[in-house]
């Protein structure tokens, strides 16, 4: 724990960073009612006025959505994807591990990926709502499309077929869907420039083998007591 004072469970100052190691959790927000539809407990790797990079280990339980009869939401067709009835369930992460990383205000966070062995894979830069930090996490809410990066220095985009039908389902509004279309112009350009955090060297990062994986709390979808900037 850090030095900046702290309130009852989880609260902080204003201002306050988690220290390495620290267990929070990472959430996202559904498009359509706002409920938190998808949680995942992460550990805190670094916490500093440029950016918060966060670990989540394999086999970690998270929740995430699915359809109404328990089945994965990309089974269900793109013209019904958005409206279909769905639900909630806890499930384990599978395969390795993701560090992800976000700076803040940026509407979009970088997620690296290794393959088994520590072979790395690629950077994910999922577009979403600059985070909102409270005092267990943080909360946002993803904007359907987004881009991967590969060693290379190569990149393509993700997901435009789900980003239009966002939008046809009334998920996001024009002018949002063009602030989420400059956004990815916007992170286009960090990666040909090849900018933060794609130059840093995270892919040769590794956790810390006396972290244990963290627990999902009984009360994930809490509503935050408070915020902090």
Partial sequence: ????????????????????????????RDNGDGHIHICRPVTVVQDTDDVLAVWMAPGTECVKPVLADGSPVHEEPLATRYTAPRATVRTRWEGTG?????????????????????????????????????????????????????PDRSWLWRDEDEFAQAQRSGLMGPAQARRVREAGRAAVEVIRAWGAPFADGWENWRPNPDWNVPELPADWDRTPAHTAP
């Avoid at 724990?1 to 959790?25: D, K, N, V």
């Avoid at 062995?117 to 409270?134: A, C, H, M, Q």
């Fill in 1 to 28: 724990m850090t030095a900046e004072t702290t309130t009852g469970r989880g609260a902080r100052s204003g201002g306050a960073r988690w220290a390495p190691g620290e267990r929070i959790l990472w959430r996202y």
């Fill in 98 to 150: 993701v560090l992800k990383l976000a700076r803040p205000d940026e509407p979009w966070s970088v997620w690296l990926f290794w393959e088994r062995g520590w072979r790395f894979r690629s950077w994910y830069v999922n577009l979403e709502e600059p985070r909102t930090r409270w005092a267990d996490g943080v909360d946002s809410e993803d904007h359907f499309l987004d881009i991967s990066v590969y």
